[in-house]
């Protein structure tokens, strides 16, 4: 493999993570006020389905135990 004969400045490398720009940028716009009430409303339809479905799927979830079990008419009449 053919190799390069003079040496070759890595020097900057080491030096691009000590460099610091001295720009600042520029501000953050703040969200307005409209922004921030579609977040909430967003947030809190996010939390109503959640609880919803929860509130909808724990009688699915539950075992019920209390109804005693049926026994068959055959078992009964001996």
Do not use: N
């Not at 579609?38 to 929860?54: D, F, K, M, N, Y």
Request: proline share 9%.
């Amino acid at each position: 493999m053919f190799r390069r004969r003079e040496p070759v400045p890595f020097a900057f490398l080491a030096e691009a993570d000590r460099f610091r720009s001295d720009v600042t940028p520029p501000p953050r716009e703040r969200a307005s006020a409209g922004q921030i009430a579609g977040r909430w409303l967003l947030g809190l339809t996010i939390v109503a389905g959640l609880v919803g479905s929860l509130v909808l799927g724990m009688p699915a979830l539950s075992t019920d135990t209390s109804t005693p079990a049926q026994q068959s008419q055959a078992s009964q009449g001996r």
